[in-house]
């Protein structure tokens, strides 16, 4: 079965610092996701792309956060002058179709410390 | 506003009792709900919808829009099945935007 890939498993960052998450959706699907989870707390939505533009975004995906789909493959997080608070379990998902019968695929996670 | 609870943290059952993880979800309009789990080390994954009515793995869930739950049901927990799950909701907006519960994490014991 396809998968989700998400780059790198683990990131350590100092605060104030840029990160970059990577992650290389399904081929054929065409809305993508991220979400965090921080450790002990839920699975959180951050953004939606679809259509190469942000369909949807929660209040926490604020100016400090920007995702891009530079080469039709990879689809990224990028997070500028981390927080301490940003140390969180990133998860990256795709889905051929928006809700009812769609099915999000996730990656397996790239978890961020910010020291 | 949208929200999902579960209730339990933590389910320990043996095995071949039945097992139920409650989910109960707040929503305004029409839902779309779903079961992810996640097994130790492995991603989360889709393990039921409610648009389905599938059985999967031994697993139902039936949408009460009555009492606004979508709780998780098997009659024989196999130690397999010890895993984290999560009910989520597919939001308002055509984003596909999924709403987590905190998670529950079930434990069968031999």
């Known amino acids: 079965e396809p998968e989700v890939t998400q780059t790198p498993s683990h990131q350590v960052t100092q605060m104030g610092q840029e990160v970059i998450l990577r992650c290389v959706p399904i081929?054929?699907?065409?809305?993508f996701y991220w979400y965090r989870q921080i450790l002990g707390q839920k699975v959180e939505f951050l953004v939606s792309?679809?259509?190469?533009?942000?369909?949807?975004k929660s209040e926490i995906f604020d100016d400090q956060f920007s995702v891009e789909r530079p080469d039709g493959s990879n689809f990224t997080l990028k997070i500028r002058s981390t927080k301490l608070e940003d140390s969180a379990m990133y998860f990256c998902?795709?889905?051929?179709?928006?809700?009812?019968?769609?099915?999000?695929?996730f990656g397996q996670g790239t978890r961020l410390t910010v020291v | 506003a949208q929200r999902v609870t579960q209730p339990e943290k933590l389910l320990s059952v043996f095995k071949g009792a039945p097992v139920e993880l409650k989910c109960n979800y707040s929503y305004s309009g029409s839902p779309e709900l779903f079961w992810y789990v996640q097994y130790s080390r492995q991603r989360l994954q889709l393990l039921l919808r409610h648009i389905s009515r599938e059985s999967i793995k031994g697993f139902t869930a039936d949408l009460n829009k009555g009492e606004t739950s979508f709780h998780l049901k098997k009659p024989f927990a196999q130690e397999e099945d010890s895993a984290m799950y999560y009910c989520a909701l597919s939001g308002s907006s055509n984003t596909g935007k999924l709403i987590f519960g905190q998670g529950t994490t079930l434990q069968v014991k031999p």
């Open positions: 998902a795709s889905s051929a179709e928006s809700q009812g019968s769609g099915r999000a695929f």
């Open positions: 792309f679809y259509n190469n533009e942000i369909s949807e």
């Open positions: 081929s054929n699907h065409l809305y």
